[in-house]
C-alpha cells in the first residue's frame, strides 16, 4: 500500500475555485478562509489520528508504523499529537503554525490567549517567540524574587526593632545594676573607712585583753573589705554588662542601617564608592608624606595642587 499524500487529502477537503470569469473578491476571500481553516484542522486530524494510531499498535509496531507508513520521525509525531491534544481552536493554530504553536505550549493554558492578545505574535518568527516567552519567564521570576526579597526585608527589619526594644531594656537594667553597685561599692568604702578610723568597741569587766581587741578588730576590717571586693566585683560585671549591651547595639544599629540601604541599590552603591574613594583618599595622603620627605618639594607641591583640585570636584558633586 502507498504512502498517503497528506497535501492531497488536505486538498480534497476543499471546494475546486471558480471559473475565472466567475471570481469575485468573496470567492477570493472565501477560499482563502476555507484554506486556512484546512490547514489548522489538518494539523489537529494528524495529531489525533496519531494518538488513534498509538493507542492500538505495540511500542515495536508504531515506531516502524511512523517510519515506514507516515514518514514521521517519533519526534514529530509527539509535537503533532501534544498539538492536538492542548490546541483547540484550529483557527488560531493556522495563523501561528505549528512550530509557534508548539513554542506556545510552554506556557500554561489559561494564560496563552491572553499572552497572543498581549504581543503580535502571528507575526513573529519562531525565534522571536521564543525569546518573547523567555523575557516574560525572566520578568516574572525577577519580580517574584523582588517580593520575597521585600518580604524578607520586612521581616528582618521587624525583627531587628524587636531585638532594638530588648537590648534598650537589657541595658537600662544594666545600667540600673551598675548604679546600685557604684552605690554600695561608695557606701562600704565609707564605711571600711570609718571602721579602720576608730577602735573595736569591746565590753570589757576587768581584764583587757589587748590581743583580743586588735583580733575583733582586724576581723571586723577583714569581713568589711571582702564585703567590698564583692562589691567592687559585681561593679565590675555591671560596667562590662553595660559595655555588652552597648556594643550589641551599636552592631544592631549598623545592621538596620545595612539592611534599610539593601533596599535602595542607589545608596548602596554610593556607599560602595564613598569607601573606595575614601581607601584611595588615605593612599595618596600616605605617598604625600613621603613627598614632603623629600629635599625637591617640586612633587609634594604637584600632589597638593591635585588633591585641592580634587577636593573643590567632590565638593561641587554636593552642590
Do not use: Y
Not at 515506514?68 to 519526534?75: D, L
Not at 500554561?108 to 517567540?129: G, T
Not at 546600685?180 to 565609707?190: G, I, S
Request: glycine share 4%.
Amino acid at each position: 500500500m502507498g504512502k498517503p499524500d497528506l497535501g492531497a487529502l488536505i486538498a480534497q477537503t476543499m471546494d475546486p475555485p471558480a471559473p475565472a470569469d466567475e471570481r469575485d473578491i468573496e470567492t477570493i476571500t472565501g477560499e482563502i478562509l476555507d484554506a486556512k481553516r484546512a490547514g489548522g484542522e489538518a494539523i489537529l486530524i494528524i495529531g489525533r489520528c496519531l494518538i488513534e494510531a498509538k493507542d492500538m499498535l505495540s511500542h515495536g509496531e508504531w515506531r516502524s508504523w511512523l517510519e515506514e507508513r507516515v514518514e514521521f520521525s517519533e519526534r514529530s509525531a509527539q509535537r503533532f499529537m501534544r498539538l492536538a491534544r492542548e490546541w483547540s481552536n484550529p483557527t488560531a493554530l493556522s495563523d501561528l503554525g505549528a512550530t509557534k504553536a508548539l513554542t506556545l505550549l510552554a506556557l500554561p493554558p489559561e494564560e496563552r490567549e491572553q499572552f497572543m492578545e498581549e504581543n503580535n505574535v502571528i507575526d513573529m518568527s519562531a525565534r522571536q517567540l521564543e525569546q518573547a516567552i523567555k523575557e516574560r519567564d525572566e520578568a516574572r521570576a525577577a519580580a517574584e524574587h523582588a517580593v520575597v526579597e521585600q518580604h524578607t526585608a520586612e521581616a528582618a527589619r521587624a525583627k531587628m526593632a524587636e531585638d532594638m526594644k530588648l537590648l534598650n531594656v537589657r541595658l537600662s537594667g544594666a545600667n540600673e545594676d551598675r548604679e546600685q553597685a557604684m552605690q554600695d561599692v561608695a557606701r562600704l568604702e565609707a564605711e571600711l573607712a570609718e571602721l579602720k578610723a576608730k577602735p573595736v568597741e569591746v565590753a570589757v569587766e576587768t581584764v583587757v585583753d589587748q590581743a583580743a581587741v586588735d583580733k575583733a578588730r582586724a576581723d571586723a576590717i577583714a569581713e568589711m573589705q571582702a564585703k567590698l571586693d564583692k562589691a567592687r566585683d559585681k561593679q565590675k560585671q555591671a560596667e562590662a554588662a553595660v559595655e555588652v549591651m552597648k556594643r550589641s547595639m551599636e552592631e544592631q544599629e549598623k545592621a538596620a542601617k545595612k539592611a534599610a540601604m539593601s533596599g535602595d541599590k542607589d545608596l548602596a552603591q554610593f556607599e560602595v564608592f564613598f569607601e573606595q574613594v575614601q581607601e584611595t583618599a588615605n593612599k595618596m595622603q600616605g605617598l604625600l608624606i613621603k613627598a614632603r620627605g623629600r629635599e625637591d618639594k617640586a612633587a609634594a607641591q604637584g600632589m597638593e595642587k591635585a588633591l585641592r583640585a580634587l577636593a573643590d570636584a567632590i565638593g561641587r558633586c554636593a552642590e
